[in-house]
């Protein structure tokens, strides 16, 4: 009767860790999900996609590379590469969890997923909603989101001081900037 109840108490202990594993490993196995991480994707697609297939074989070139293409983004893209490192005032370093991979040929997902296990604040990274030009009236929207238009536009607005002269700006460039369909 000992015997089995050894038995028995071995099995639970090895479910028990089996159990444990299991539940440790998971959050290292899940893949990202849909639309988690837009930033970090979309930004080392463009990255990767620039770069040439000799620079790609040189982890060193690529985060020289990184650094001149950080140099030229704005926003969110610019926050995140603040935060691998990629601008001068940037207080940490992880360029090289971005350039081995790239040099590797693997996907941006991927790269993602593994930069999110060195810092989480990455993939909370979101593109903000763009504004329908066509859709809103723009008198009802704030000082701000007409800047945010002409900034998403890479335009500006020298001399605007109301409101009004930012909406004559942005409807005199909007045939520029807006596809209207036939």
Not at 63 to 74: N, P
Request: with cysteine; glycine share 4%; aromatic share 8%.
């Amino acid at each position: 009767m000992g015997s089995k109840s050894a038995t028995s108490g071995y099995r639970n202990r090895l479910l028990l860790a089996a159990a444990g594993l299991i539940l440790f490993l998971i959050p290292y196995s899940v893949a990202l999900k849909e639309g988690e991480c837009e930033v970090c994707v979309k930004v080392v697609d463009k990255f990767a996609n620039s770069l040439t297939d000799e620079v790609k074989k040189d982890t060193k070139r690529i985060e020289d590379e990184f650094r001149t293409f950080c140099k030229k983004s704005k926003d969110k893209e610019q926050r995140f590469c603040y935060y691998l490192g990629g601008m001068e005032d940037s207080a940490t370093g992880i360029l090289n969890e971005l350039s081995k991979p790239v040099s590797w040929g693997m996907p941006s997902d991927k790269i993602c997923e593994k930069l999110k296990k060195k810092d989480a604040q990455i993939c909370d990274l979101r593109y903000d909603k763009q504004i329908d030009v066509n859709a809103v009236d723009l008198k009802k929207l704030k000082v701000r989101d007409l800047k945010k238009i002409l900034s998403d536009w890479d335009e500006e607005c020298d001399g605007c001081l109301e409101k009004t002269d930012f909406i004559k700006r942005i409807e005199e460039l909007k045939h520029k900037h807006i596809k209207t369909e036939l």
